[in-house]
């Protein structure tokens, strides 16, 4: 087993300190210990996902090293991600993809391949940290940030806005007087009209705390903790801050969901600006529809074939009737090629 094969260059390299072992105090001593194929120490952190001196530790003192470096490895996942660990990965990512543009779907793309590649290349890929999806940067860092930090375009609309939970923590606490629960603040984006942030790309506790933070630094109160059935039994019913809550509902207004209902208008609409974004005469197909929708926030194409059939019309059959009336307003003959 390869840990097996690094205790055995560490003790190799310091018989007496094992523990003490740089990584490049453990590549030189690679050769002499009968080792020279195996991978270099960054190689090995990079794989196992965990620090330099934890895999040194478990390598040396671990009765299970493998069950070992892989707790160590998702118990470094669930930290907060860092700006220079998100740049690395979508500059990974784009070098995978050789683009210099890099959309969060494209990023998504590249992302599954290049952890599918990992997994085929290694033994033990259960143990390969993963690139972090495109949301969980996005919401640690904003996406099109880190895109531009790393030297690299990307088209503004690549996601929608949505307002950070720790901010709506925050915003929910001066409004209603106690802090909410998790689902306390879907239902406030529901009420009110507000795109939240995802909350699978941070948890509930972690945006308390970061609200906390921030409400510290600018010297506001902040309850201790969550209240646990002490909540006021009417509280969806006290008034709002109204200005407040419109304006944020216009900054980030909530998608559409699948529930609700979409009008031939809604979805002549979508096919017009998918329309509005190729050439003048391009056809607008089902797979450059496809392709649009992802980069410029267009309505989900399998939504908007789904509600057309509602509608007792087609995908096809409303394109081809916006492409008729852009000819017709272009002064085109209908039968004109």
């Excluded at 070098?95 to 391949?113: G, M, N, P, Q």
């Excluded at 690299?152 to 606490?173: I, K, Q, W």
């Excluded at 059939?309 to 090629?337: M, Q, Y």
């Amino acid at each position: 087993m390869l840990l097996a094969v690094v205790a055995h260059v560490l003790r190799a390299a310091a018989p007496d300190a094992p523990e003490t072992v740089t990584q490049r105090a453990y590549d030189a001593a690679r050769a002499s210990a009968g080792h020279s194929a195996s991978p270099r120490a960054d190689k090995l952190v990079a794989s196992f996902g965990v620090s330099w001196p934890r895999l040194r530790a478990i390598a040396l003192t671990s009765a299970n090293p493998g069950h070992s470096v892989a707790q160590a490895a998702r118990q470094h996942r669930r930290r907060v991600l860092t700006l220079p660990e998100a740049i690395s990965a979508v500059r990974r990512a784009a070098s995978a993809l050789d683009a210099d543009e890099l959309t969060a779907a494209s990023y998504e793309d590249a992302r599954r391949a290049l952890d599918e590649r990992g997994r085929r290349r290694h033994r033990h890929g259960r143990h390969l940290t993963p690139m972090p999806s495109a949301d969980v940067i996005h919401h640690a860092h904003g996406f099109a940030r880190v895109v531009q930090a790393a030297g690299l375009r990307t088209p503004d609309t690549t996601y929608a806005p949505s307002l950070p939970r720790a901010e709506a923590v925050l915003v929910f606490l001066e409004a209603f007087g106690f802090l909410p629960r998790s689902n306390d603040l879907d239902w406030f984006g529901r009420e009110y009209g507000i795109q939240l942030a995802n909350k699978r790309a941070i948890s509930h506790a972690d945006s308390i705390e970061q609200a906390r933070a921030a409400a510290t630094s600018q010297g506001r109160w902040f309850p201790v903790d969550v209240p646990r059935g002490r909540r006021p039994t009417d509280w969806q019913t006290t008034p709002v801050d109204a200005a407040r809550i419109e304006h944020l509902a216009a900054v980030y207004p909530r998608k559409r969901t699948a529930g609700q209902a979409f009008t031939l208008d809604d979805l002549r609409a979508g096919i017009a600006a998918a329309f509005d974004l190729v050439e003048p005469g391009e056809r607008v197909t089902v797979s450059r529809y496809k392709a649009l929708a992802r980069v410029h926030g267009l309505p989900n194409y399998g939504t908007l074939h789904e509600r057309a059939k509602e509608h007792e019309t087609t995908f096809p059959k409303l394109a081809h009737e916006e492409a008729e009336r852009r000819s017709r307003a272009a002064g085109i003959p209908a039968d004109a090629d």
